[in-house]
Nanobody, 121 residues
Framework: QVQLVESGGGLVQAGGSLRLSCAASGSISSITAMGWYRQAPGKQRELVATITSGGSTDYADSVKGRFTISRDNAKNTVYLQMNSLKPEDTAVYYC???????????????WGQGTQVTVSS
């Protein structure tokens, strides 16, 4: 089994900052990439940012220059520092893990439960 523990969501005023974290544990042989996605009410889930095991990052255009993704490989934890938050950043943020299963040896993907981020104007 794999577990993802997300934390750091909450309510913040526009222009404020939040830091999300997501810690992975369980039957993981190796991690390929970790990332954050978000889903606002009535909208599809969309990519926010991802980071590979080698440290390569990818960001949605809407968050470039405001959000920073980072990773602690020793702790299997990914962080999302969100600055200059806007009301349109309001969504449920989901952590995603791409990994190789310890027992199966297959590449798998796993989602966290999500954490609410609300930005008030």
């Amino acid at each position: 089994q794999v577990q993802l523990v997300e934390s750091g969501g909450g309510l913040v005023q526009a222009g404020g900052s939040l830091r999300l974290s997501c810690a992975a544990s369980g039957s993981i042989s190796s991690i390929t990439a970790m990332g954050w996605y978000r889903q606002a009410p009535g909208k599809q889930r969309e990519l926010v940012a991802t980071i590979t095991s080698g440290g390569s990052t990818d960001y949605a255009d809407s968050v470039k220059g405001r959000f920073t993704i980072s990773r602690d490989n020793a702790k299997n934890t990914v962080y999302l520092q969100m600055n200059s938050l806007k009301p349109e950043d309001t969504a449920v943020y989901y952590c995603n893990l791409d990994f190789v299963g310890r027992w199966s040896g297959r590449e798998l993907s796993f989602w966290g439960q999500g954490t609410q981020v609300t930005v008030s104007s």
